[in-house]
């Protein structure tokens, strides 16, 4: 034989409801939910970008000092680089951040000869030079990059501090790949190579 429950009609039996909470608890909690948000969106910004102000004049005229610019440090391994990216990194036993364009890849053989750039005896076309530009040799004017190397220069190769001078940069230096100049605003664009 079935037990038989007795209910009142027009109530619902089911777990109890939680008593509502006073007003200040709700907007205490709403506050700290805040905060802890911001702090994780933060924490995971720092992980995958970086900000960075350009110092140099290196890539006059397309990017001047003062510009600031957001930096992934974590997708282009995904991808890797490519020619023509403009990527941060430091030279090999120096800490300082320097902003450079990546001319030749991994394996890849470079030389400057005529004021032009070589690529496996190929010129390479740069485009992204303002005219007028060339590139003189300081002192080499061939490397045969490694598995783990990039040759990188300034786009203002008179005034520019680079593979040329200071040899290939490691993979391992490369901070990351320039993805934003968000500052000054009305020069506010996404960076492609």
Known sequence: MQAETNVTPGVQVGPEQAAPQPKGKGILRDIAETIALF???FTLSQVLLGNFMIEQRSAYPHFVPGDR????KVFYHLSGLHRGD?????WVNDSTDVFKRVIGMPGETVQISGNKVLINGQVLD???LEPGVYTEPMGRTTWTLGPDQYFVMGDNRMDSGDSRQYGPMLAKDVVGNAW???WPLPKF????N
């Open 39 to 41: 702090v994780v969106v």
């Open 126 to 128: 740069e485009k992204y």
């Open 180 to 182: 934003l100049r968000y």
């Open 86 to 90: 403009m990527i941060v990194g430091r």
């Open 189 to 192: 664009m996404l960076i492609g």
């Open 69 to 72: 610019i957001l930096v992934d």
